[in-house]
């Protein structure tokens, strides 16, 4: 059947075949997850899945996440482990706790807790069963919602970011009945599935068949409109990009730069760094508030705006995410190693660069102790000036108040050799002639 051969071509779009990989972040026999809620739609995407394990060189297993919202999730996660037998897919089932009270809402919590549980597992990619018509739901949700771009390009045939794949995307809910129906497959009815409470069902079973008695084609229309809309997207990812060049700093959002850009470009980029710190994108209003703040507030005023519980601070003309963690003592090693985690979760990078950083080779630094600050340190990163406590440095170098209890300090057997943002000690810089370790702080 045509369904068989459009999932094939997908994937093999997407993996490669016979166990060469096209996309280069994959090794060979590449790991896929399925996740199996045991309907319609996963079945259909399981069977059509077992035989291109051979012929597209990849290995399946499958997961059913047990949310414990219907008196019967116990028999369609016993529905999902004995069809995967028949199989012979190794399956996992995970029991989750859905959080009711977040203000989410049940079906949205639901969701959050389902793909957290998948996000989990070390699969190269995780496949979903959605198909066309739930494409088409999920742009009139969004348009229903007053999404902006990103929220309107619905979702993605194939999400690098997040692993994963949805080979059913383009594919007519009809076709997929249809497949089921000739392959005498046996699948779960999922009563909620019929409880207009929810907007999804709402919007399946009273708006879509409305539109579609004046609108015949409209799945495949909103479909089409939620890849144009994506593609959009991607520019708009693209030009944030460009932006970032000259507006942001170690991470930073440089608001001196980013006064130059128009309001539009302002917001693009914004949002843009919020989701590359973790951040999900703020509502407008939220979004509009922090940009205020952050560009018109007086140059003196103390800025914090709370986005998903996390803070967002201004400080000499940057913009930071706060990182809330309590400072507890540290001590520990580096031996070479280009990068190393620290306990609160921010990085120190090492790398050689001749003329820069630590006289590596002439003071002949085979290791070097990193520890935490302990008060009352002092030191001098230049001939010409006095050593100097590194309080009054952090101070001076217009260190960010709440980064300076978590700077982590190097030391050279019992002397202090670098403070990142600071410098080398004057006595151990490498000359110009000289190979050194350049050490940078990533919080």
């Known amino acids: 059947m045509r369904i068989q051969a459009q999932v094939s071509e997908f994937l093999e779009e997407v993996l490669g075949k016979d166990g060469v990989p096209k996309t280069p972040i994959l090794q060979n026999k590449p790991n896929l997850l399925l996740a199996l809620s045991g309907g319609r739609d996963s079945a259909v995407l399981l069977n059509l899945l077992v035989p291109l394990q051979k012929t597209l060189g990849f290995r399946l297993h499958a997961m059913h ?42 079906e949205a919590a639901a969701r959050e807790a389902r793909y957290e549980a998948l996000m989990k597992t070390d699969a190269d990619f995780i496949l979903l069963a959605h198909h066309q018509e739930d494409q088409a739901e999920t742009l009139l949700l969004q348009l229903l919602r007053g999404a902006g771009v990103k929220g309107l390009s619905a ?68 479909s089409r409109s939620a890849d144009h809309i994506a593609e959009a997207s991607l520019l708009l990812d693209e030009l944030a990009q460009l932006d970032a060049e ?58 914090k705006v709370t986005i998903e519980g996390k803070t967002i601070r201004r400080y000499q003309g940057l913009a930071y995410l706060e990182q809330v963690t309590e400072v507890l003592p ?16 921010s990085m120190l990078s090492f790398e050689r ?26 030191f001098k990163p230049a001939l010409n000036r006095p050593t100097r406590t590194l309080k009054h440095l952090l101070q001076e170098a217009n260190f960010a108040p709440w980064l300076r209890d978590r700077l982590p300090l190097i030391y050279l057997e019992d002397t202090l050799a670098v403070v990142p943002g600071i410098g080398v000690s ?18």
């Open 353 to 378: 660069l001749l003329g820069q950083g630590l006289a590596v080779d002439r003071l002949g630094v085979e290791k070097l102790r990193v520890e935490s600050r302990h008060g009352g340190e002092r």
């Open 330 to 345: 540290f001590a520990m090693s580096w031996q070479g190693e280009q990068e190393i985690k620290l306990p609160d979760g």
């Open 426 to 443: 004057c006595l151990m810089q490498a000359t110009e002639k000289e190979l050194g370790l350049v050490i940078s702080w990533k919080c």
């Open 246 to 303: 000259n507006c942001i700093v170690n991470q930073h959002l440089n608001l001196d730069a980013l006064k130059s850009l128009s309001y539009p470009r302002v917001k693009n980029l914004t949002r843009w760094w919020l989701v590359s710190l973790g951040l999900g994108l703020p509502s407008k209003d939220r979004l509009d508030e922090l940009l205020d703040q952050l560009l018109h507030a007086r140059a003196d005023a103390s800025i």
């Open 65 to 106: 996440v047990h949310h414990g919202l219907s008196p019967n999730a116990d028999a369609w996660a016993d529905f999902c482990v004995k069809a995967c037998a028949g199989y012979q897919v190794p399956i996992e089932v995970v029991k989750v706790q859905v959080d009711k009270i977040t203000g989410l809402g049940v």
């Open 155 to 222: 979702m993605a045939s194939v999400d690098y970011g997040r692993r994963l794949l949805r080979p059913l995307l383009n594919i007519p809910v009809e076709d997929i009945k249809t497949f089921a129906k000739t392959a005498k497959l046996q699948w779960i009815e999922d009563e909620s599935n019929d409880d207009t409470h929810y907007d999804r069902n709402y919007c399946r079973h009273i708006l879509m068949p409305k539109i579609n008695e004046r609108f015949p084609a409209a799945k495949v229309t909103l």
